[in-house]
């Protein structure tokens, strides 16, 4: 049996979003087919106005619906601290973790080599010119491979202009996704952060009397 091409065009479009493989997008067609008239208006009306409405912050990225966005136009925010992150979700998950009180940068992606995404493909030239002597710019980027690729490239491109490059790491699992942590989690990995060039803690030096085994005790 063939679907309709009306619903294999359907299928094939909810396909294209992220996370949706073939069979949610066939799952979602019928679920849309099930709802009445009125609702799929509204959704694809929600659709139409967002994107008419939407843009990108000219100065951090993030996505508003004014000239400039809410955190970029709040003088109270510190100034001195960047938040470098891959995507708008995640300056939202950060806000809710109340940590921080700092500017954003969003690249909108990260490097990926094998996806062809290279650094002209990213936010990464405006960067630069934000980045003051002395500023603290955070690696808010996720634990992924291609996060930790990304936050090292931009390590070495930002340490030369003087800024105080740290990297959020505590409490963060390997290979996970700000946006999907929890605020207790984020607001610690965010408090917790360390400078990337921080030199580790260096051992105690051995005592002449040392040899790294347990002490044999004397016969009584």
Known sequence: MKYPPSLVGLIREL???????????????????EQPREDIERLAGAILEAKRDLHTCPVCFNITDAERC?????PTRDQD?????????????IERSGEY?????VLHGVLSPMNGVGP???????????????MEVILATGTTVEGDATALYL?????????????????????????YADEVTL????????????????PR???????????????R
Not at 169 to 175: K, S, W
């Open 120 to 134: 002209e493909r990213l936010h990464i030239k405006p960067l630069l010119p934000r980045v003051q002597d002395g």
């Open 70 to 74: 809410d955190v970029c136009s709040d």
């Open 81 to 93: 601290v960047i938040c470098v992150v891959e995507e708008p979700g995640d300056v939202i998950a």
């Open 15 to 33: 396909s294209r979003l992220p996370g949706i493989g073939p069979k949610s997008a066939q799952r979602l067609a019928f679920y849309l087919f």
């Open 101 to 105: 009180r700092g500017l954003y940068h």
């Open 205 to 219: 030096p051995r005592r002449d009397d040392e040899d790294g085994t347990a002490p044999v005790p004397s016969p």
């Open 155 to 179: 390590q070495r491109l930002l340490e030369p202009l003087g800024a105080v490059v740290s990297r959020i790491a505590y409490g963060l699992p390997v290979g996970g996704a700000l946006e």
């Open 187 to 202: 607001g610690r990995a965010m408090s917790g952060r360390r400078r990337v060039n921080e030199a580790p803690t260096p």
